[in-house]
């Protein structure tokens, strides 16, 4: 699973990239900071099972704190995109090829109004300009992939199976392609588009398997009623206010123990003496989380959970102590998508074991389920194979 911080230039990705992953990324004040994309790794929260259990867990993925569980995944940040960038302006092709891997999208807008659609600094722009212009980018680079291969695919009769094969490359599935065509109401044999037509096409397909969330970053900057002008503006969005600088600057100086401060929280607690400029700073970022926290981890939270409707499973080899084979309590908790199944949770730790796999133990319950049974969000589950 992979998650793609978008966006024009300027608007705070990188910092949000460095927020989530306490990641190295160059952060200034101007457009195309970012050239090669950052990789890292974010870690989404959630209540762990060890209470409920009641044992003590030791993860080997991720981190649990005061009940909590830290669980990674995967994040890019990717170069500034800007009006022209299907015609290869600006980092063109670069930006519209790394964001497209993605999963599901992250896009960084300016709710303060502080920078234009280019990155560059001006005054009461609408970000809800930068969030069309990303869609008509993406519509329009996914749109001139099919117009160069239509000649071949509208000789096909399975053209879902045709259009999937030449855009294979963009992570998309051919099932998601065959919902595209319904939902845009076209036929799927001997495909003869119009350019409308491809262009309708593109932009469902992409809304079905490239869903973007928007972080209204610099919260703490805008003008009080911004973020609900923006969300009344784009109703079909997921958006979300959050201060990526804030953010930043908290796990920062929980890093180096000036503060004690857990991501999402809306309060953290100096630890030690501090000086009058370091106080004054903290004042403020606790003034400003007391009320919604930063908006960083919900943002995080709610791209996994509400909008990729993915479920947490706690894979175990002794059904009883919850352990693994070393005696670790607890040891992974797997993120996978909703409607998955016991097979394909054996497929994700390791593909002997899906390859071999004899049926299922339900640790809460002590009780055997089948290869084909659906799994819940917070199972506990001990995988039997026949693999060694």
């Known amino acids: 699973m992979l998650i ?3 966006g024009a230039p300027n608007k705070g990705k990188s910092t949000l990239f460095s927020a989530l992953t306490m990641a190295s990324a160059e952060i200034a004040n101007y457009p195309f900071t970012t050239i090669k994309p950052n990789h890292g790794v974010a870690y989404v929260a959630r209540e762990c099972v060890e ?64 920078t234009d659609s280019s990155g560059n600094l001006a005054e009461n722009c609408n970000p809800a300009d930068d969030v069309k212009m990303v869609a008509d980018e993406l519509a329009h680079w996914v749109a001139g992939i099919i117009k160069k291969h239509i000649g071949g695919v509208s000789k096909r009769k399975d053209g879902a199976r045709a259009l999937h094969e030449i855009l294979a ?27 409308q037509d491809i262009e309708n096409f593109s932009r469902t397909l992409l809304r079905i398997s490239k869903p973007i969330i928007v ?8 003008n009080a009623d911004a973020l609900g002008r923006l969300k009344k503006e784009l109703v079909n969005y997921n958006v979300i206010g959050c201060s990526a600088a804030i953010e930043l600057a908290l796990r920062k100086a929980e890093k180096s123990a000036t503060i004690s401060y857990l991501p999402g929280s809306k309060e953290f607690s100096a630890l030690g003496q501090l000086n009058a400029e370091q106080s004054k700073a903290l004042n403020y970022m606790k003034a400003f989380i007391s009320k919604e926290g930063t908006g960083v981890q919900e943002l995080l939270h709610r791209t996994i959970f509400d909008v990729l409707k993915i479920i947490v ?53 002590k009780m055997r389920i089948n290869k084909e049974h659906i799994l819940k969000d917070n199972d506990v589950i001990k995988i039997v194979s026949a693999a060694k």
């Open 215 to 222: 972080a209204a970053n610099k919260l703490d900057v805008a």
């Open 51 to 114: 209470k409920e259990l009641k044992v003590k867990c030791k993860p080997k993925n991720g981190i649990c704190k005061e009940g909590t569980r830290y669980i990674p995944i995967q994040i890019v940040d990717v170069a500034g995109l800007v009006p022209g960038a299907h015609l290869g302006k600006g980092m063109g092709n670069q930006f519209l090829s790394n964001a497209i891997c993605a999963d599901v999208l992250i896009q960084v807008v300016d709710l303060s109004g502080k």
């Open 313 to 365: 499973v706690y894979p175990v080899e002794d059904e009883n102590k919850y352990t693994d084979h070393f005696g670790n309590v607890l040891p992974d908790a797997l993120l996978l998508e909703n409607g998955r199944n016991v097979r394909d949770l054996a497929e994700k730790i390791h593909s002997d074991l899906a390859k071999n796999l004899l049926y299922a133990i339900d640790a809460r319950k």
């Open 4 to 6: 793609g911080i978008i």
């Open 169 to 195: 490359g963009l992570r998309v599935s051919e099932s998601q392609v065959e919902s595209a065509i319904s939902l845009s109401s076209q036929t799927s044999s001997n495909i003869g588009w119009s350019e």
